[in-house]
């Protein structure tokens, strides 16, 4: 079964988003650097502060891996091709941006945590766990499409979203 033509050009969109979404953790890093790095990187804050940024990507990680990819799966209809797959790239899109507002979480915690201990360290702690993360759980890639369409075609309708898909 072919896919509809409108799938490269979904996808490539969603991409776009993804990265310039992603992009804003490295640009903040950054922006920290000169906000609470008063001397060179400054030094290792409390071990509990790193222990709650690595909770939060623990957790983070277990909400998208257990929830993330669950969608009530499509219904046998006498709707197109089309409004299917239009149908699951709206349903991938929302999976995708609530996944990626989870993973981001990570790095927020990291960013009010480092003004409590007023330290760089936890910046950086933030977005060493946040952006892997984000990519592993919420990037549009084959791997995700192909989780996210598993469960919209576990009725047996095709979703249209898995189909002749390339990094």
Known sequence: MSTPAA????RQSLIMVCATMASAMPLITLVLWFVLATDGIGDFPATWAPLVVLAAAVGAYSICELAGFRTPPLEYSNRTAAEIEADSWRRFTTSTFTRFAVCEAVFLVSVALAFVVESFW?????????LPLFFLEAWP???NQRRFAAALESRGVPSYLGGRLQD
């Open 7 to 10: 799938a490269p050009a979904a």
């Open 122 to 130: 936890v910046v950086l702690i933030g977005a060493v766990l946040a």
């Open 141 to 143: 890639g084959v791997r």
